[in-house]
């Protein structure tokens, strides 16, 4: 099961700030996930949440 969430952080005078990602699971889809991103969007932070000891290195 994957989610991945996109939103939106505020800075303090209630601008917008940096986009972030974060996807739950770091297996083949979430790692593709992340690398897409990151592909489209350079500056994108991504954090990507992994339960068990590996990830997919292949995405
Ligand atoms: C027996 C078997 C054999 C297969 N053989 C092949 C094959 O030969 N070739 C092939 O291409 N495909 C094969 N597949 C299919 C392949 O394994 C799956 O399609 C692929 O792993 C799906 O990846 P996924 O990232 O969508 O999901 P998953 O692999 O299920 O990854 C989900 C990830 O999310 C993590 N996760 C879940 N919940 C949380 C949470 N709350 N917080 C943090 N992390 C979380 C899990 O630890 C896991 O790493 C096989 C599948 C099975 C069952």
Redesign the pocket.
């Known amino acids: 099961?994957?989610m991945t969430e996109r939103f939106f952080l505020r800075g303090g005078d209630g601008s917008m700030a940096k986009e972030r990602l974060v996807v739950?699971?770091?297996?083949?889809?979430?790692?593709?996930a992340a690398s897409q991103a990151r592909r489209q969007k350079r500056d994108l932070e991504i954090i990507v949440?992994?339960?068990?000891p590996?990830?997919?290195y292949a995405a």
């Open positions: 099961m994957k739950i699971g770091g297996d083949a889809a979430g790692m593709t949440f992994e339960r068990g590996h990830t997919s």
